[in-house]
C-alpha cells in the first residue's frame, strides 16, 4: 500500500512571498489533516478535512494560510505571504476516517528567509 | 495548544536498556496514541491505547493508560540503535466546538539508544 506522499520535500523562500505543499493521502482515506510542526515542538493541526470539506481549520492563520482538497483526494496548503514564524515542517496526514489511525507523509521542511 | 506533556525531554540509554518515557494530559480523551519521529522524516504510529484499556502490548513495546492521573507510559523493553528518535504522545478528544475529533501532539521525548 503506497503512503501519503508529499512535495516539495524542501522548500526555501523570502519573506513575504508566497509557497504552496501539495499531498496525496493513503487511496480511500476520507479524513486528510495538515499538520504545522514547529522545531522542537509536536505536530500542530492546520486543518481537517472530511473528503471535501472542512471540519477544523480553527488554528489555521487565516489571513495567511489557505487549504483545499478538491474532489476529496489530493490537497494543497497555501502560504501567502510568509513570514520567517512560518519556517516549520508542514506534516500531511490522512486516515479513513477520524477515529482510525493517521498515517503521515515525509513532510515539506519550510525556511522562509 | 498542546495536551500532553512528555517527560523527560530527552533519555539516553545504552543498548539492551529498557526505556520509559512519560505523558500527562489535562481533559478527558478518547484514546491516547504513540507516535515514533526518525531524524527528518514523518511520523509512524506505535500504539493506541483506548480510554477503558489500562494496558497494553505491541512487541517490545508496553504502554499503560490511567485516566484517573491523566498519565500515560510507554516502555521500550530489551533497546535497539534502530529506536533512537523523538517519542511524541497524542491525545485523542472531540473538539466539541468544531464537531470534529482529532489528535494533539505534546512536545516528544528524545530517545538515543547508544550502542
Known amino acids: 500500500e503506497a503512503g501519503v506522499a508529499q512535495s516539495p520535500r524542501y522548500k526555501i523562500i523570502e519573506k513575504r512571498q508566497s509557497v504552496a505543499f501539495w499531498c496525496n493521502p493513503i487511496s480511500g482515506h476520507a479524513t486528510l489533516y495538515w499538520y504545522q510542526q514547529i522545531l522542537g515542538q509536536g505536530p500542530k493541526l492546520l486543518i481537517q478535512f472530511q473528503n471535501n470539506g472542512v471540519v477544523d481549520d480553527s488554528q489555521l492563520p487565516k489571513d495567511r494560510f489557505s487549504a483545499e482538497r478538491l474532489k476529496g483526494v489530493d490537497s494543497t496548503l497555501k502560504i501567502q505571504p510568509a513570514k520567517l514564524e512560518d519556517s516549520a515542517v508542514y506534516l500531511c496526514?490522512?486516515?479513513?476516517?477520524?477515529?482510525?489511525?493517521?498515517?503521515f507523509g515525509p513532510g515539506t521542511r519550510l525556511l522562509v528567509l | 495548544s498542546q495536551q500532553g506533556e512528555e517527560d523527560p525531554q530527552a533519555l539516553s540509554i545504552q543498548e539492551g536498556e529498557n526505556a520509559t518515557m512519560n505523558c500527562s494530559y489535562k481533559?478527558?480523551?478518547?484514546?491516547l496514541q504513540w507516535y515514533r519521529q526518525n531524524s527528518g522524516r514523518g511520523l509512524v504510529h506505535l500504539i493506541l491505547?483506548?480510554?477503558?484499556?489500562r494496558e497494553k502490548h505491541s512487541g517490545r513495546l508496553r504502554v499503560t493508560l490511567d485516566t484517573s492521573k491523566k498519565s500515560s507510559s510507554l516502555l521500550i523493553t530489551a533497546s535497539r540503535a534502530a529506536d533512537t528518535a523523538s517519542y511524541f504522545c497524542?491525545?485523542?478528544?472531540?473538539?466539541?466546538?468544531?464537531?470534529?475529533?482529532?489528535?494533539?501532539f505534546g512536545k516528544g521525548t528524545k530517545l538515543s539508544v547508544i550502542p
Open positions: 496526514a490522512s486516515s479513513l476516517d477520524p477515529t482510525w489511525t493517521q498515517y
Open positions: 481533559t478527558s480523551i478518547n484514546n
Open positions: 497524542a491525545t485523542a478528544s472531540t473538539n466539541s466546538g468544531a464537531g470534529s475529533y482529532q489528535l494533539t
Open positions: 491505547i483506548r480510554s477503558n484499556e
